[in-house]
């Protein structure tokens, strides 16, 4: 499958960035649908999406980058492109743990009363962004014979594809059976 979904003004939009912005906005909806439930403006979580999205994004390069140092240092110029790949959830979550805990001390709320209205939508982000992963063939197992493989490229380089498991669409589907 292609990794481009279309291209708008020259620019390659990607499936990738499609399922993430995705999964963001169905966690904002999950968090403003709870919200009400817990008392909490919806203006907040309105404001807090603007700030810890960023944020998040952010954090997502920074870990991302931390961790591929040797790769980032020989050309300093690649940490900003955020185009050429390389997000790491865990970053992701604690930008956006740090803006939503700073929100909730500058707005005087309780932390954990907005934590809990927000966490509820996380779990579905990151399973839309794993299809993304998916997509960019960023996210599957080791190479395998079996008759529901899938074409993967391991890494530009390669010469040819190879038969990579599908690891994403087998933990969906058991997740899946099990609900």
Not at 131 to 159: S, V, Y
Request: overall charge positive; proline content about 3%; charged content about 15%.
């Amino acid at each position: 499958m292609d990794r481009v979904a279309f291209t708008l003004f020259g620019i390659d939009i990607m499936w990738y960035g499609i399922l993430i912005a995705t999964g963001m906005v169905l966690a904002v909806l999950i968090a403003l649908r709870e919200a009400k439930r817990l008392g909490i403006s919806e203006d907040d979580i309105l404001n807090l999406a603007m700030i810890a999205i960023p944020c998040g994004l952010i954090g997502a390069r920074a870990y991302y980058v931390i961790f591929n140092w040797s790769y980032y240092a020989g050309d300093i110029s690649e940490i900003l492109n955020f185009r050429g790949g390389g997000l790491a959830i865990h970053g992701g979550l604690i930008g956006g743990i740090l803006a939503g805990f700073i929100y909730a001390k500058v707005k005087n709320i309780n932390f954990f009363k907005l934590a809990d209205c927000v966490v509820l939508g996380i779990p579905l982000a990151q399973a839309i962004g794993r299809w993304g992963n998916f997509l960019n063939q960023e996210a599957h197992g080791g190479p395998t014979d079996l008759p529901w493989g899938i074409k993967c490229t391991r890494n530009e380089n390669q010469a040819r594809s190879t038969v990579c498991e599908p690891t994403v669409v087998r933990r969906k589907s058991i997740i899946l059976r099990d609900t």
